[in-house]
């Protein structure tokens, strides 16, 4: 066990980069990693990693030996959880990432029902913008759209979200409505900044008819996050071209309206992501389940769609 215990604390080091970052994720002092790691390479009689007062980097032997060590380990953390979970009941902390305004429209309206169905689970739910390493970071799921998908990580799909012009009644009642892709184009425009690219965001809309047209209205405002473009375009600025999964509170309550109702892009999938393990962990297994079944019975797959 001892050996299992350090072969544990080198992994997580170097998953996290430092003995500090890990000794947080073991719940250990940060001594006692070091101690552990150096324990570990006097047992092998190599040295794993290079130290300065800065910085930790792995040698030669450090990287093969994470190589091989590190799918073992996370293959035997999993088959741990899944026999304790097959002979109890899902419990433990439950760590989901998720964006902040997709997690509190969508996703907190369940835990309710979910603590009253687990009461030994503790939800741990990280609500930021980021893409986050589910095995180097030890999350047991997260939700997002196109997260890269790394060894020993599934995705299942949640939803489908659609791009579509809004704007608020105000706005159009004192520029006009337009009718046409054409027309948008002498609109002003709250349009996305790709967070990843850098790039304003070109999308390729389509009409329910199946006819294909930019829809391009002038760049009057560039943001780098949909929910201000959702806020800015709730504040008369313009036109916003905006996520149906940030804009459906906004269009349900009145505040913004649909422009050019017939037509929309396709902004890809909402997946849930969490581990390949054949032993996903019973509290893993719960939370996918019941999320997929709120998504089901919320009909949100159904509301995030503009082509119906």
Same mark, same amino acid.
């Given at each position: ?104 429209? =969508? ?10 169905? =687990?009461?030994?689970?503790? &939800? ?46 105000? =706005? ?76 459906? &509170? ?59």
């Amino acid at each position: 066990m001892e050996s299992l215990a350090a072969v544990e604390h080198f992994v997580s080091s170097a998953e996290a980069g430092s003995f500090s970052a890990a000794a947080r994720q073991l719940r250990v002092t940060p001594a006692a990693v070091s101690k552990s790691v150096a324990r570990l390479e006097e047992r092998l009689g190599v040295r794993l990693f290079q130290r300065t007062t800065r910085s930790l980097k792995l040698t030669e032997a450090g990287e093969q030996f994470l190589r091989e060590a590190a799918s073992g380990l996370h293959t035997l953390r999993a088959a741990m959880a899944g026999l304790a979970s097959a002979q109890h009941e899902p419990a433990g902390t439950l760590r989901v990432s998720m964006s902040p305004t997709f997690g509190r429209d =969508y996703v907190l309206p369940m835990l309710g029902e979910f603590l009253a169905r =687990y009461p030994a689970i503790t &939800p741990d739910w990280h609500l930021d913008n980021r893409q986050v390493d589910l095995v180097g970071e030890q999350f047991d799921a997260a939700i997002g759209a196109a997260l890269e998908l790394r060894s020993g990580v599934v995705a299942r799909e949640l939803a489908r979200a659609h791009i579509v012009a809004a704007a608020t009644p105000q =706005y159009l009642a004192r520029h006009g409505t337009p009718r046409s892709p054409a027309e948008l184009a002498r609109h002003d425009g709250i349009v996305l900044r790709s967070p990843q690219s850098g790039r304003v965001r070109a999308w390729a809309f389509r009409s329910k008819s199946g006819e294909e047209a930019p829809l391009e209205p002038r760049p009057r405002v560039v943001l780098n996050d949909m929910e201000a473009i959702c806020q800015a375009t709730s504040m008369s600025l313009g036109v916003g071209l905006v996520s149906m999964p940030h804009a459906v &509170p906004h269009l349900d309550s009145g505040r913004l309206v649909r422009v050019l109702p017939k037509w929309h892009a396709d902004a890809g999938a909402i997946f849930v992501y969490f581990g390949a393990q054949k032993l996903l962990p019973a509290k893993t297994r719960a939370f996918v389940d019941a999320l997929v079944a709120h998504f089901r019975r919320e009909k949100l797959a159904e509301r995030f769609r503009a082509d119906r």
